[in-house]
């Protein structure tokens, strides 16, 4: 069973730049899919970007060419790297490990990090 602790988040200006990171315990971090979710005040939780545990990426559009998400499996993290940074981006964002499922979904992910708050000022 893997536990993920997020860090990184913080205050940002518009245009500017943060990076999350997610370290996992307890598992075999390697063989887990992996992706990173955002939820904002009165909104459902949203796929940012996920990571099979081969390498495959993929973002969701409105962070396409924007956010980079990588992992370390010697150092068992996660790193989401947000450049351009908007308002609309401000959100709790949360690590997620499955060992199946669609990436997309926030059903297919049975262990969550407690989330860390990213604000974007304008």
């Known amino acids: 069973q893997v536990q993920l602790v997020e860090s990184g988040g913080g205050f940002a200006q518009a245009g500017g730049s943060l990076r999350l990171s997610c370290a996992a315990s307890g598992g075999t971090f390697s063989t887990y899919h992996m992706a990173w979710f955002r939820q904002a005040p009165g909104k459902d939780r949203q796929f940012v970007s996920g990571?099979?545990?081969?390498?495959?990426?993929y973002y969701a559009n409105s962070v396409k060419g924007r956010f980079t998400m990588s992992r370390d499996n010697s150092k068992n993290t996660l790193y989401l790297q947000m450049n351009s940074l908007r308002p609309e981006d401000t959100a709790v964002y949360h690590c997620a490990a499955t060992r199946a499922g669609n990436l997309w979904s926030v059903n297919s992910f049975g262990y969550w990090g407690q989330g860390t708050q990213v604000t974007v000022a304008s």
């Open positions: 990571m099979t545990s081969g390498g495959a990426t």
